[in-house]
């Protein structure tokens, strides 16, 4: 079975085992995280697409890791007027494990 979820205004495609890295959630590693912004679910022989979501259907993962994200700089720049402003930014992501996708009944 396959989802796809919104999280961190992003939307990824997850199944069951997959590793996911979302913006930070706030949990503790080893804590289960239920994502219930889940906008289709495809199962053997159906699929469900949401309006905007999927009644019903929820997507369990367990918390791995917090960790920040590689570095990126921000550098702006005017020509001819001395402006310079160099600046570097560290996003804080969440590492999950899927454990389980629930769909609803006319899925499973």
Same mark, same amino acid.
């Given at each position: +079975?396959n ?6 205004? %992003?939307?990824?495609?997850v199944?069951v085992?997959d %590793?996911? =890295?979302?913006?930070?959630?706030? /949990?503790?590693?080893?804590? +289960?995280?239920e994502?219930? $912004? &889940?906008?289709m679910v %495809?199962g =053997? =022989?159906e699929?469900?697409f ?6 019903? /259907? *929820?997507? +369990?993962a367990?918390v791995? @890791?917090?960790? #920040?994200? #590689? %570095? ?5 720049f005017k020509?001819?007027? $001395?402006?310079r *402003?160099?600046n570097?930014h $560290?996003?804080?992501y969440?590492r999950?494990?899927? *454990?389980q996708? &629930?769909g609803?009944? /006319? &899925? @499973?």
């Amino acid at each position: +079975m396959n989802a796809v979820v919104e999280t961190g205004g %992003k939307q990824y495609t997850v199944k069951v085992g997959d %590793k996911l =890295d979302v913006e930070l959630l706030h /949990a503790q590693p080893g804590e +289960m995280v239920e994502i219930d $912004r &889940v906008l289709m679910v %495809k199962g =053997d =022989d159906e699929i469900v697409f949401g309006n905007p979501t999927v009644p019903g /259907a *929820r997507v +369990m993962a367990q918390v791995l @890791e917090h960790f #920040k994200g #590689k %570095k990126i700089i921000v550098f702006k720049f005017k020509a001819k007027t $001395r402006y310079r *402003r160099k600046n570097g930014h $560290r996003q804080n992501y969440t590492r999950l494990a899927i *454990r389980q996708i &629930v769909g609803p009944e /006319a &899925v @499973e």
